[in-house]
């Protein structure tokens, strides 16, 4: 039977517009009269070209910014597979919603807007501004079986394309993922791992901080979820389901939710790339829409964001996740944007060239 929300994802994916190549060719042309050796602004001006194809508008006003923070627990924790517990989940989705994370200084100072969303938290966490998605109460241990089922794995991507929905009806142009959810490093080394091919050996990084004896048993924990719960590589929905995350799902949707909306999309970290894998799995049309932001230092981030074929823009060492490194390339789509708007050409501003 095809579920109700099976088809609003149909309709969400036939929302997708192509890449507008007509308005990325005049994006660069553009470029080329500005007042550089072309090509010289790098990947600013590589930027400013994407954005035109993707929003297919040459100058796209992406004043209204949001970075929407999916919050979920893991039955994984169990296996010892994180260097902090659980319940800092909950704790820290408060700090969210006090303003007090880095993500929501990191906002604040890119002058965007962060939605915290407990798309799948243990606790019933009832603070004001917490905007309750809920679809089950924490994965079940994917060492032992599968992490949700389906229709909730399903349910948790729809959760984020509803939510850009809203947020684009509000306004809102330009999206960052974040993402909180103890024990995700490991749901996403195993979505990675099921999806590239790469051993969890790759795949598989220190998260919190883990030490040595840690990552071994956490590489085994991943081997052990792919062994027991044998997801099918070519559905991406039955890897979500068996290895993956509610934040993991309700982040694919988010990005799924952008491309559908024409909103371009900065991806933070590890976590949100695991997603971004996913919404490409869904359809590559959400590819053009996709900007990497930086290069975590989780293992297995550089082939990850291979395996997407983006590159990162920054290479900062952080390995925090939230949104934090997306949040700060707002700041250099704005530049990119601007300097597309405010430069002048040869012809305006007298300068010479062969
Ligand atoms: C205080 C604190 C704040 C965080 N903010 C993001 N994460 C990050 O750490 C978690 C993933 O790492 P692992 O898989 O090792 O548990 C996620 O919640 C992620 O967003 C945090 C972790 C902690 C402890
Ligand atoms: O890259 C990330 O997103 C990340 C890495 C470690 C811990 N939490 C998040």
Not at 144 to 159: K, L, Q, S
């Amino acid at each position: 039977m095809v579920s109700n929300q099976c088809i609003q994802l149909g309709q969400a994916i036939g929302r997708i517009r192509p890449f507008n190549e007509k308005m990325a060719s005049l994006a660069d042309r553009h470029s080329d009269r500005l007042t550089k050796p072309p090509g010289s602004l790098g990947k600013l001006e590589r930027m400013a070209r994407q954005l035109a194809g993707a929003t297919g508008e040459m100058w796209p006003d992406l004043s209204r910014k949001a970075v929407i923070v999916m919050a979920a627990d893991h039955g994984v924790c169990a296996e010892g597979v994180s260097a902090f517990p659980q319940e800092v989940t909950g704790q820290m989705v408060v700090n969210f919603l006090k303003g007090g994370a880095a993500v929501n200084v990191l906002a604040r100072q890119a002058g965007a807007d962060v939605y915290c969303v407990d798309v799948g938290m243990k606790d019933d966490v009832r603070e004001e501004g917490l905007i309750r998605r809920n679809v089950k109460r924490g994965t079940d241990n994917i060492a032992a079986g599968p992490a949700m089922d389906r229709e909730e794995a399903i349910a948790a991507v729809m959760a984020g394309v509803a939510l850009v929905d809203e947020l684009a009806q509000q306004g809102y142009r330009l999206f960052a993922t974040g993402e909180m959810g103890i024990g995700n490093t490991t749901a996403s080394a195993a979505v990675v791992s099921v999806l590239t091919g790469l051993p969890p050996e790759t795949t598989v990084g220190r998260g919190t901080g883990i030490d040595d004896a840690g990552r071994v048993r956490k590489v085994e924990v991943v081997e052990r979820a792919i062994a027991v719960n044998r997801p099918d590589p070519t559905d991406a929905f039955d890897v979500l389901a068996k290895v993956g995350g509610l934040e993991i799902a309700g982040l694919a949707g988010v990005i799924i939710g952008a491309a559908a909306n024409g909103c371009p999309v900065v991806l933070d970290g590890y976590i949100s790339s695991a997603a971004a894998l996913i919404a490409k799995q869904v359809t590559e049309m959400t590819l053009p829409f996709m900007f990497a932001s930086h290069l975590s230092q989780e293992q297995g981030h550089a082939k990850l964001l291979e395996a997407l074929g983006l590159s990162p823009l920054l290479h900062l060492d952080m390995r925090l996740g939230e949104g934090t490194g997306a949040v700060l390339c707002f700041s250099l789509i704005d530049a990119s944007l601007r300097l597309m708007q405010e430069m002048a050409t040869f012809e305006s501003a007298g300068v010479s060239r062969k």
